[in-house]
């Protein structure tokens, strides 16, 4: 069964902790993606990979880190840095980078900072 | 920068009503447009794309766009919706990353 695996689908951390998201996929995909999802506010990009061992920030990165050491695995990392870290992270992955590849997401995990 | 517009945020409609969802993008070059839903409880998945030719293009279950190059909008239409079609839906704009909208919440009635 192809797709998006992403775990914890619940998680909660005090403040002050770094913590670990984790996204896994069966399809072969170039690229990889993490998206923030917040109420009102759509999806924003905060880390894309085109390739392994390459990644590139997106539009919110600040706060945030991610590694891309295997093609099928793109951990975020969510650093005590972040300054509001509650949110919905989604992972997405595409054949490429290319601007017309349709993206495939993940379930998504719902971190809460206590 | 590339933006995304989704005017309407929460559409409420009854069984069989039409339905159209607003959707403009600021970005003078070549794009590809996409609107993506989030059902209830399930991941977001494609509802159908726009690359290039017939600017009118069909999804899933019933759906349909158009791009209006003129007017940089690529509205989502469908003539009879159903309770089925309650979730968020989300357009999304491809130049150089893709860009999504804040999305649209549609509730149907039954």
């Known amino acids: 069964d192809g797709g998006i695996t992403q775990s914890p689908k619940y ?19 170039d690229a990889m993606y993490w998206y923030r999802q917040d109420p009102g506010q759509g999806l924003r990009l905060i880390y894309y990979s085109q ?41 997405a992955s595409a054949e490429s980078g290319a601007g017309g590849n349709e993206q495939f997401f993940g379930p998504g995990t719902r971190l809460t900072v206590l | 920068a590339q933006s995304v517009s989704q005017h309407n945020h929460h559409v409420i409609l009854s069984e069989a009503a039409s339905l159209e969802l607003g959707c403009n993008y600021s970005y003078g070059g070549t ?14 998945q494609l509802l159908l794309k726009y690359f290039s030719g017939d600017p009118l293009v069909k999804g899933i279950k019933g759906f349909e766009a158009e791009f209006i190059k003129s ?6 239409r ?19 990353q893709l860009t999504f909208g804040s999305g649209t919440q549609l509730t149907v009635l039954p």
């Open chain 2, 71 to 76: 007017k940089f909008s690529f509205n989502l």
């Open chain 1, 11 to 29: 998680l909660f951390r005090k403040e002050g902790q770094n913590v670990t998201l984790s996204c896994e996929q069966n399809l072969n995909h």
């Open chain 2, 31 to 44: 794009v590809n447009l996409f609107w993506y839903v989030q059902y209830p409880g399930q991941h977001l």
């Open chain 2, 78 to 96: 469908k003539p009879s919706v159903q309770w089925s079609d309650t979730a968020e839906y989300f357009c999304a704009v491809n130049a150089r």
């Open chain 1, 51 to 91: 390739i392994v061992n390459d990644f590139q920030k997106g539009d919110i990165a600040e706060g945030y880190s991610v590694s891309r050491e295997k093609k099928e695995s793109f951990p975020l990392t969510v650093t005590s840095a972040q300054k509001n870290p509650t949110a919905f992270y989604l992972c």
